[in-house]
């Protein structure tokens, strides 16, 4: 089995920062990209931002310039510093990890935390 856990998430002031962290864990043989998403209150969940295993990253327009994401392959970790929050950027904010498990290395799963709230205050 694999689990994917996030942590980080709080409450803050409009232009503050936070830094979530989300730790993949269990049965891995490698963990391909891995993903942060966030849902607000009666909206669809929307995709953040992006990295590969070997580093490429994509961002979604809403975070550029804002957000950095990173990961330490060696713990199967992914990063979201966030800064500059706005009251908009308030969601619970979920990791996603693309996995090959150890007992079926040639196929992809998608795995998801149980997401961590971020509210951010006017």
């Known amino acids: 089995q694999v689990q994917v856990v996030e942590s980080g998430g709080g409450l803050v002031q409009a232009g503050g920062s936070l830094r979530l962290s989300c730790a993949a864990s269990g049965s891995i043989f490698s963990i391909n990209a891995m993903y942060w998403y966030r849902q607000a209150p009666g909206k669809q969940r929307d995709v953040v931002a992006g990295i590969t295993s070997s580093g490429s990253i994509n961002y979604a327009d809403f975070v550029k310039g804002r957000f950095t994401i990173s990961r330490d392959n060696a713990k199967n970790t992914l990063y979201l510093q966030m800064n500059s929050l706005k009251p908009d950027d308030t969601a619970v904010y979920y990791c996603?990890?693309?996995?090959?498990?150890?007992?079926?290395?040639?196929?992809?799963?998608?795995?998801w935390g149980q997401g961590t709230q971020v509210t951010v205050s006017s």
């Open positions: 996603n990890a693309i996995v090959r498990p150890l007992n079926h290395r040639s196929s992809e799963y998608s795995y």
